[in-house]
């Protein structure tokens, strides 16, 4: 009796008797294994905790505070002093209560370790100085100290009152 209601079923619907054999063993596996998915899923059964995100947070608009230049900044005259490494940058000078007076610095005559005193000058930039004057002869104005490799316009601003030329 129920294979002839499936057997009418099936031509009202315009399948063979076959095909919806086939569609309704297809149907039966499908919900099968929709059940049993539901019912040994641990997705069910997992609680959903919450999380704080407000420490990552914070660390990543500080660093997009820095990459945009939000907090103080130091100025740098060139890329060579940005790339400066040298040890004078890291370690405490021997000498750094040393005060220089206004015009006490000769530049055709100072030596590395004098120039070394001069606000914002490593050994690097001393020995630039040195062989300037070297292959110049001598500075002729104090201005020509702006050629050396490593000075800048904001360094040179810095350190003009220390300096002269005899």
């Known amino acids: 009796m129920l294979k002839k209601k499936f057997e009418k079923l099936s031509y009202k619907l315009g399948f063979t008797l076959t095909e919806s054999t086939v569609i309704s063993f297809l149907a039966i596996v499908f919900l099968l294994g929709t059940c049993i998915k539901y019912v040994f899923s641990e997705e069910k059964k997992s609680v959903l905790t919450k999380y704080n995100y407000s ?8 660093s997009d505070s820095i990459k945009l230049g939000k907090l103080t900044e130091k100025k740098v005259d ?18 750094s209560n040393f005060v220089l007076k206004e015009k006490s610095i000769d530049l055709n005559k100072a030596d590395k370790n004098l120039l070394i005193k001069l606000p914002g000058i490593g050994t690097k930039t ?9 292959k110049n002869k001598q ?17 040179f601003n810095k350190i003009r009152k220390f300096i002269i030329i005899e």
């Open 78 to 95: 060139n890329e060579a002093e940005l790339l400066d490494f040298s040890k004078d940058k890291f370690f405490y000078k021997e000498n």
């Open 55 to 62: 420490k990552e947070d914070s660390l990543f608009y500080a």
């Open 139 to 155: 500075f002729h104005k104090i201005d020509d100290l702006m050629k050396v490799k490593g000075i800048g316009k904001t360094k």
């Open 126 to 134: 001393a020995e630039a100085i040195i062989d300037f004057r070297n």
